[in-house]
């Protein structure tokens, strides 16, 4: 069983930037994926970005973050970051890290919650104007 534990979350200014983190422990296998979500106040969960670590190292990012959140990864510590820069009060939400071991089919999968097997709690990043 994965465990995925996000921190990193807090107030900040319009403009300001955040580096979330996720931290994965349990049994991973070496090829599998991570990706952040975030639901905000009155919408449904959306994805933001993906990472992949296997044989081909792959990212993939929402059209709404690319250019402002950059995905990375750890491998020594199973642990994926989302650094969030020029935020706006519209990224105000619940961040939440998922991860997936399922294999690799095309990057379509990636912003499907069920393509992924496990979910921390969540994060709240609140952005003030």
């Known amino acids: 069983q994965v465990q995925l534990v996000e921190s990193g979350g807090g107030l900040v200014q319009a403009g300001g930037s955040l580096r979330l983190s996720c931290s994965a422990s349990?049994?991973?296998?070496?090829?599998?994926?991570m990706g952040w979500f975030r639901q905000t106040p009155g919408k449904e969960r959306e994805f933001l970005a993906a990472?992949?670590?296997?044989?081909?190292?792959?990212?993939y990012y929402a059209n709404s973050v690319k250019g402002r959140f950059v995905i990375s990864e750890d491998n020594t510590k199973s642990t994926a970051y989302l650094q969030m820069n020029g935020l706006k009060p519209e990224d105000t939400g619940v961040y939440y890290c998922?991860?997936?071991?399922?294999?690799?089919?095309?990057?379509?999968?990636?912003?499907?919650?069920?393509?992924?097997?496990?979910w921390g709690q969540g994060t709240q990043v609140t952005v003030s104007s």
């Open positions: 998922a991860l997936s071991e399922r294999p690799y089919v095309s990057s379509a999968d990636y912003p499907r919650e069920d393509y992924y097997d496990s």
């Open positions: 990472i992949s670590r296997g044989s081909a190292s792959r990212t």
């Open positions: 349990g049994r991973i296998g070496s090829t599998y994926a």
